[in-house]
């Protein structure tokens, strides 16, 4: 099944906005242009959708677009794709304990003004 653009972002709320950036990676194999429509086949619709799940677990679009032309190389890429995916957990994963040691101080200047009130009261 062929969709445009408009079409593919509607069906699948992909935005506009990146269906262009795929568009102009040069990345869309079966995508042809047809009386100035672009027409994404099912293909076209699975490699979107490695985007959207690429982009939704925080890379940024050089990281999705270096990703991508790994994928279409193959499988002898599958050891490097399996790196950046690995490189982009490690680095989530030092957002998250940062985010956690934050979190924890909120809470501990929370405790001290919490006890600090408490203290007055007595």
């Given amino acids: ?8 972002s509607r069906r699948y709320k992909i935005p506009v906005e990146i269906l ?7 990345l869309c194999g079966a995508v042809k242009q047809v ?3 672009w027409q994404y086949g099912e293909e076209d619709i ?8 690429l982009h939704d677990a925080g890379f940024s679009s050089r990281e999705t677009e270096e990703y991508m ?7 002898a ?3 490097e794709r399996l790196e950046i995916l690995s490189r982009r957990r490690d680095s989530m994963l030092d957002e998250i304990h940062l985010k956690e040691k934050q979190l924890d101080r909120l809470d501990y200047l929370r ?4 006890q600090a009130r408490s203290s007055r009261r007595s």
Wanted: charged share 35%.
């Fill in 1 to 8: 099944m062929k969709m445009t653009i408009d079409e593919a």
């Fill in 20 to 26: 262009r950036e795929y568009e102009s990676w040069g």
């Fill in 35 to 37: 009386m100035g429509d």
């Fill in 46 to 53: 699975q490699r979107l959708s490695m985007i959207m799940t």
């Fill in 69 to 75: 032309r790994l994928l279409l190389e193959g499988e």
């Fill in 77 to 79: 890429t599958r050891k």
């Fill in 111 to 114: 405790y001290k003004m919490q």
